[in-house]
């Protein structure tokens, strides 16, 4: 088995953990959104009655 340069590796290892952080990133941003439109819907079912 040949391994590729330690260098590689790392850049590697990097990126990966880029990729991770922006998923969470994300999925906050998602959860956020959801919880923002949740609550507008709300605001605006209070003002309807």
Not at 1 to 18: D, E
Not at 21 to 48: A, P
């Amino acid at each position: 088995m040949h391994y590729p340069p330690t260098r590689l590796r790392v850049q590697f290892h990097r990126g990966a953990c880029v990729t991770y952080q922006l998923c969470w990133m994300i999925k906050l941003f998602k959860l956020f959104t959801v919880v923002h439109v949740v609550e507008l819907l709300m605001e605006s079912k209070r003002h309807w009655i």
